[in-house]
């Protein structure tokens, strides 16, 4: 072989290393911008709406139990189901305000 023909091979084979890397780079941006930035503004959303919730406010929990906010502590709520029945909850599973998923 000659000097030329190896210096060719070298480069084109630089060249194929780069365009991986390259080409890995672009399909971890896509999978960036399109599933995980708005998976998290999602749960950022969801985490404010949380936060918002007062004593007397009506929710749904996860489960699709309806109740009303009696107290609200570190990581649970007390929800009264009926008249003088509650139940704790954690905070994470209350999925909306009764009003908000009325209006969906």
Do not use: C, H
């Not at 911008?33 to 996860?62: C, H, S, W, Y």
């Not at 107290?71 to 994470?92: C, F, L, P």
């Amino acid at each position: 072989m000659t000097l030329l023909n190896v210096l060719l091979q070298s480069n084109a084979a630089a060249q194929s290393g780069w365009s991986s890397i390259l080409f890995m780079v672009v399909i971890i941006a896509i999978f960036y911008f399109f599933m995980i930035r708005p998976q998290q503004k999602k749960q950022k959303e969801i985490q404010k709406a949380r936060e918002a919730l007062k004593v007397g406010d009506n929710v749904i929990t996860a489960g699709g139990i309806y109740g009303k906010i009696k107290e609200i502590g570190d990581v649970y709520m007390m929800i009264e189901v009926a008249d003088k029945v509650s139940i704790r909850i954690d905070k994470t599973s209350v999925f909306a305000s009764a009003e908000d998923a009325k209006q969906k």
